[in-house]
């Protein structure tokens, strides 16, 4: 929806432009082309990588969800590890097929993303460390009991 949004826009600023526009100086003309041009590649920038960060919060939500839901809510450190190991071998079970599909995804749109220069302060570059961190909390607090 907001990229038709910027579609449009883009579409009216660069209508709007006339050729019969007053005759200004040859340096002032190459400033005004520049900064409109800058604007319309941050536009495009911008909508591109709310995008990719979209996609990347689901992917992560899902895998940090799954993991939740599945085993650390019922404190089910045997289970959380066992999976996770599943998982990062890459196992054809169905919980691990699809949390390495949501991973590959989160990890492809992340790499594009960063060459895009998209801003990722909030995302870590592998959701499955959130998940291993908490299995380690949920691991110290059964050590300390």
Sequence with gaps: MYQGFYVICLFILTGCVSN???????DDLKIETHKSSTKKVLIKIHSECVQYLKIMDY??????????DG?????????????????????QSIFAK???????TYLSNY????????D??????????????????????????
Excluded: W
């Design 71 to 91: 085993y650390l809510v019922d404190k089910d450190l045997i289970g959380a590890k066992a999976q996770l190991f599943l998982i990062e071998n890459r196992s």
């Design 98 to 104: 699809n949390i390495n599909k949501a991973r590959d």
């Design 120 to 145: 990722l302060k909030k995302f870590d570059k592998d959701p499955l460390k959130i998940v291993k961190k908490s299995i380690e909390k949920l691991e110290a607090k059964y050590k300390s009991i």
């Design 59 to 68: 992917s992560n939500s899902y895998i940090i969800h799954e993991f939740e």
């Design 111 to 118: 790499k594009v993303a960063v060459e895009k220069k998209c």
């Design 20 to 26: 019969s526009q007053p005759k200004v100086k040859t």
